[in-house]
């Protein structure tokens, strides 16, 4: 007598076959066939034989069409550095867009914006992560972009959620304000600012902000530092001050607050508005009481996004199905990657972005118009 057991084993591995290469809602066995065969062993062993047989001749014809029918839909996406959160929040994106409209986005690790952008100019990366100001000025050719010229190609997604620019001083410190870098207002001194990794976005970004003051890097101890040495020699007191571009709350900026209550200075008033007014991909953000050690009332400051960006002649379709899944099925899944994640909406889906500064995708345009976000 042929055993149950045995039966039961191919099944289950015929199963497992057919999930892989067919459909998820398809499933041509259930237990009932099982119990009904069972004791005739000899039309089960049959049965079976030719089950497998048909799966096998079944897999490759629906691989092979498969392939050719999503090949045009495959992309591959430069994210950041493993250690980040823009790498998993890709990935997540990129699995909801899989799962719930059978897209194919393959994320990279890689150093992030503008390596991002040079590998989608060569055509190696189709989509990518980026700082809006990163983006802005490779479309423009500004900047670092100014010798290779515009990155014509480029278009907007979407956005992530805020990175905050943060300055950050000791409470007890002598910086009460973004005024007292100046040292014509200070007395003369130069005091220790460490603007994040040498030639990084967050740079650029705070050789943007201090602009709003008609500070320039040359006026105080500038110190592009990795987060390590910057923080350590924050402890130190080395360094006068810190600033981030960051998510919120920034482990970070929890590490260097451990045992030094911190400041974090504002950026408000009409300085604020001279640099949205200059750099339109910056908005206002508010840090809230508590976040931080020393940190005792909220603080207005500002914020930029995460682009994700797209060469322009990616299908329309693949973009459009892109959205769909994140911002419809998928959205729980993205925001519960990290606390940042929470912020990754609608609401926030053009932020950074609102006067178009970066051309939408026509699949990003198609999608923000059916949700009334864009005309």
């Not at 250690?83 to 059978?102: Q, S």
Request: aromatic share 12%; with cysteine; hydrophobic share 40%.
């Amino acid at each position: 007598m042929i055993k149950y057991d045995y039966y039961y084993k191919i099944l289950l591995l015929t199963n497992s076959v057919s999930n892989k290469i067919m459909p998820k809602d398809f499933n041509p066995l259930s237990m009932n066939l099982l119990f009904r065969f069972n004791r005739n062993g000899g039309f089960m062993k049959k049965f079976l034989l030719l089950l497998i047989v048909f799966f096998m001749l079944a897999g490759l014809l629906f691989a092979t069409g498969s392939g050719e029918k999503n090949a045009s839909k495959s992309v591959i996406m430069g994210s950041s550095s493993l250690g980040g959160t823009w790498y998993p929040t890709a990935a997540m994106m990129a699995g909801v867009a899989m799962r719930y409209e059978g897209l194919t986005i393959t994320v990279q690790a890689s150093g992030g914006g503008m390596e991002n952008l040079r590998l989608m100019k060569q055509n190696q990366y189709q989509m990518g992560l980026c700082a809006p100001n990163i983006a802005n000025y490779a479309y423009k050719g500004e900047a670092f972009f100014k010798e290779e010229g515009r990155h014509e190609n480029v278009t907007f997604v979407t956005n992530l959620y805020p990175n905050a620019i943060c300055p950050v001083v000791m409470k007890s410190g002598p910086i009460k304000s973004m005024y007292d870098f100046d040292p014509a207002k200070n007395g003369g001194k130069k005091y220790g600012f460490s603007p994040g990794s040498p030639g990084s976005d967050d740079e650029l970004s705070w050789i943007e902000v201090f602009a709003g003051y008609g500070i320039d890097k040359s006026m105080m101890s500038w110190r592009p530092l990795s987060h390590n040495e910057r923080v350590m020699a924050f402890k130190d007191r080395i360094l006068e001050a810190l600033g981030y571009m960051t998510a919120m709350p920034s482990g970070s900026i929890i590490e260097a607050s451990a045992q030094i209550p911190i400041r974090i200075l504002e950026i408000t008033g009409k300085e604020r508005d001279e640099i949205i007014r200059a750099c339109p991909w910056y908005y206002p953000y508010v840090v809230k009481a508590g976040l931080y050690n020393g940190v005792d009332q909220d603080v207005e400051i500002i914020a930029q996004g995460g682009f994700v960006i797209a060469n322009k002649d990616v299908p329309e379709e693949v973009i459009y199905k892109y959205l769909t899944a994140v911002f419809g099925r998928g959205l729980t899944e993205v925001q519960n990657v990290a606390a940042a994640t929470k912020e990754i909406n609608l609401e926030n889906a053009l932020g950074g972005n609102e006067t178009a500064a970066l051309p939408f995708h026509k699949g990003a345009e198609k999608f923000f118009k059916e949700k009334g976000l864009i005309k």
